[in-house]
C-alpha cells in the first residue's frame, strides 16, 4: 500500500466540519453565514471556529455588509482555498482507488 | 449541497493515522506492529496508541506471540472493521463524486 496520498492529505481541510464548509463553498461563488450554519446544521460557535481556521490559512475570505439594517456575514473560497480543496479531492479519489483495488 | 456523506464518516477512521493503518489492513489478511510501523513512518507510541483506538472501536484485532525468542505482534482487522473501512470508503467515493460534478 502506498501511504503517502493519507499522508499528504491537508490536516485543516480533513477535519469533518471544514470538510464539509470547504465543499460548500467548492460548490458556490459565496455563501452566508447562515445559509451555511443552517445547511450543516452547526452552531453558530462551532461554525465561527472552523471559519477562522479556513481564513487563517487562506483558504476562505469573509466579507461583512448590511442589508436591511442587518449584518450580513458572507464566505467564499480564495483562490488558493479552491486549489487547496481540489488538491484534497484529488487525494482523496487516489485514496478510494487503492483501496477499492485491495480489499 | 448534501452534507450527509461528510456528516456520517466515521471519526475512529477519519483521522489520518488510523485512515492509514486501517487502509494497510483491508488490503491484507495480518500485518506485524514493526511492518506497519516501518511503512507508516510512526514512532511506537504513536501506532500503539492509534491501534489501542481502533482495538476499541472492535475494529482491529491484536494478537501477540514469541517468534525466536522474540514477541511479535500482529494485527488484523475484524469483520466490523472491515465493514466498517468498506462503509468509509464508499461515502469517500460519494463525497469526490460530489465535489467533482459541482466544482
Known amino acids: 500500500m502506498n501511504a503517502k496520498p493519507i499522508q499528504q492529505l ?3 481541510i480533513h477535519e469533518k ?6 465543499s460548500m ?3 458556490a461563488t459565496e455563501l452566508s453565514f447562515t ?10 460557535g462551532n461554525l465561527t471556529t472552523h ?7 487562506g483558504y476562505v475570505a469573509v466579507s461583512k455588509s448590511y442589508q436591511k439594517n442587518r449584518s ?3 464566505c467564499a473560497l480564495t483562490g488558493d482555498g479552491r486549489r487547496a480543496f481540489g488538491q484534497y479531492v484529488g487525494l482523496l479519489e ?7 483495488s485491495k480489499s
Open 10 to 12: 491537508d490536516r485543516v
Open 17 to 22: 466540519g471544514r470538510m464539509a464548509i470547504m
Open 25 to 27: 463553498l467548492a460548490a
Open 35 to 44: 445559509d451555511m450554519r443552517d445547511t450543516l446544521e452547526m452552531t453558530d
Open 51 to 57: 471559519i477562522r481556521t479556513l481564513q487563517q490559512a
Open 72 to 74: 450580513l456575514t458572507t
Open 94 to 100: 487516489k485514496i478510494v482507488a487503492q483501496a477499492k
